[in-house]
């Protein structure tokens, strides 16, 4: 069955006050309601003047995505009851959106490029924060927390023409590294990005997942509704046409409410705004160097992989650490950053911009002059990012490999070693001469394993072969 998938993203602006007053949005680390004002908290009477910062962002998004500015857009009151909502009405943007008709490309499941179109882009204010709380001796109950209220937002909407979990994944990764490349938006932030999505199998009812907060949330929750709606559909169950909350901690999605149809939300102009008059502003936005641009750089000047580049510049920190880093042997680099230092990082939940560059740099001038092995590299990597980890200074790679004695050797010096690890292991020997190949690299792997990674594996396995023939002989 064909899976049809759509995409409501909502993504905090990262602007210094809020959509319609002058509150600070850097609301993360205080107490809460103490960033909020009448505007913010709806007190009657109050009256909201737009952002021109947000404004300005939000468009430097549509030029970004190739949308077709309106040449008016206009906001209006979205009514609905929620306790976080202290108006009792939303200020958002409806059938006069800012922004239309736009393509984000990203590699489809086959491998092919795809073109994924964006419906709109809109502009909106966040509501409030619900913070939920449940004790064993009393009942559970919510506290409301109005900084969060206001906040300048895009909305950004998708045709349905994703076609799997991971494709959702891959489009919201892209559109991430280009707000990020932007500088409208800051992902680290909490509640920076929401996602709704909208799955359906072709030909039957189409279900809301809300309020997914992370991308690897999205891709699991798109996996299990996909199942659960097969599996309704082979017990004859028709789907209902619902909303559905995604609990991320046992990693499914439960029924929340029927889902909502436009004429609920009673929509009308907002009378204290008017329409936008923003079109001719484009041309005073010019944008940076896009991820794509930068991937195909990327192969030219240095010339790496294509892969390598399109992991490089998915993000654009990291793509900044590796142009910091990249020096005389920017395919050895590229090398390093993307298959082992990447790895290293997302096991100890550490981020790019906790590894100096110049630290990283000397360990590539070790690999690079060959004073040390593949292998040691990898140790004197994880004994910075340990010690980085555990609160600890992270040394130099040069002084690392000093302490620990991980300098590369000459071959002669480990003839003893080979002559030790083939007695050791008579029936790995015996498997060579019967011909059976993974002896060899098992004799290798125990020899290098006595050398702590000194040794050229390659050198270790000519000597054990060399060895190894004279004995039969």
């Known amino acids: 069955m064909k899976v049809i998938i759509g995409l409501e993203i909502h993504c905090q602006l990262n602007t210094n006050t809020k959509l319609f007053c002058g509150c600070s949005t850097d609301y993360r680390d205080d107490p809460p309601n103490t960033h909020v004002c009448p505007v913010c908290l709806g007190l009657p009477g109050a009256l909201p003047r737009v952002n021109r910062k947000a404004v300005e962002y939000a468009l430097r998004v549509a030029k970004a995505l190739n949308l077709e500015v309106a040449d008016a857009s206009e906001f209006s009151r979205k009514n609905y009851f929620y306790p976080d909502l202290p108006k009792g009405y939303q200020i958002t943007q409806y059938d006069r959106p800012l922004a239309e008709r736009g393509i ?5 499941d086959d491998g092919t490029p795809k073109d994924v179109r964006i419906t709109r882009v809109h502009m909106e204010e966040d509501p409030g924060r ?25 909305e950004i909407v998708t045709e349905p023409d994703l076609r799997s979990p991971k494709e959702a994944r891959r489009f919201l990764n892209k559109l991430r590294a280009t707000l990020e490349y932007l500088e409208v938006f800051d992902g680290e932030r909490e509640g920076a990005i929401r996602v709704d999505a909208n799955i359906s199998l072709e030909g039957h009812n189409r279900v809301e997942c809300k309020n997914i907060s992370s991308y690897k949330g999205v891709e699991k929750a798109l996996t299990f509704e996909i199942t659960r709606q097969k599996n309704q559909i082979t017990r004859g169950h028709e789907i209902a046409r619902e909303t559905r909350h995604f609990n991320e901690g046992r990693g499914i999605t439960m029924s929340s ?4 149809e436009e004429t609920d939300y009673r929509y009308f102009p907002e009378p204290d705004l008017r329409p936008l008059h923003v079109r001719d502003w484009l041309d005073a936005i010019t944008l940076p160097e896009l991820p794509d641009a930068r991937k195909v750089r990327f192969v030219e000047q240095y010339g790496i992989s294509v892969n390598h580049a399109r992991t490089l510049t998915g993000d654009m920190k990291l793509a900044n650490f590796y142009e910091e880093i990249a020096g005389d042997d920017p395919v050895l680099a590229a090398t390093w950053v993307a298959d082992t230092l990447l790895g290293e990082l997302n ?24 004073a040390i092995t593949d292998r040691a590299g990898v140790d004197v990597l994880r004994t910075m990012l340990d010690a980085h980890a555990g609160g600890g200074e992270m040394e130099m790679p040069s002084v690392i490999v000093d302490r620990l004695g991980l300098r590369k050797a000459a071959g002669d010096e480990f003839d003893e ?14 498997d060579y001469h019967r011909g059976k190949g993974g002896a060899l690299n098992f004799l290798v792997g125990q020899a290098m394993r006595e050398t702590r990674g000194r040794a050229d594996a390659k050198d270790l396995g000519r000597r054990i072969k060399e060895l190894l023939d004279r004995k039969e002989a």
């Open 257 to 260: 409410r029927s889902k909502e």
């Open 130 to 154: 619900l913070v939920h709380k449940s004790g064993r001796d009393r009942a559970g109950y919510s506290l409301v927390d109005y900084n969060r209220s206001g906040i300048p937002l895009i």
């Open 347 to 370: 096991y100890r939940d550490m981020k790019i911009d906790q590894v100096p560059g110049a630290r990283f740099a000397d360990l590539l001038a070790l690999l690079k002059a060959d």
């Open 104 to 108: 984000i490309e990203i590699e489809a």
């Open 417 to 430: 070693v080979v002559a030790k690890v083939v007695e050791a292991h008579p029936g790995a020997v015996a």
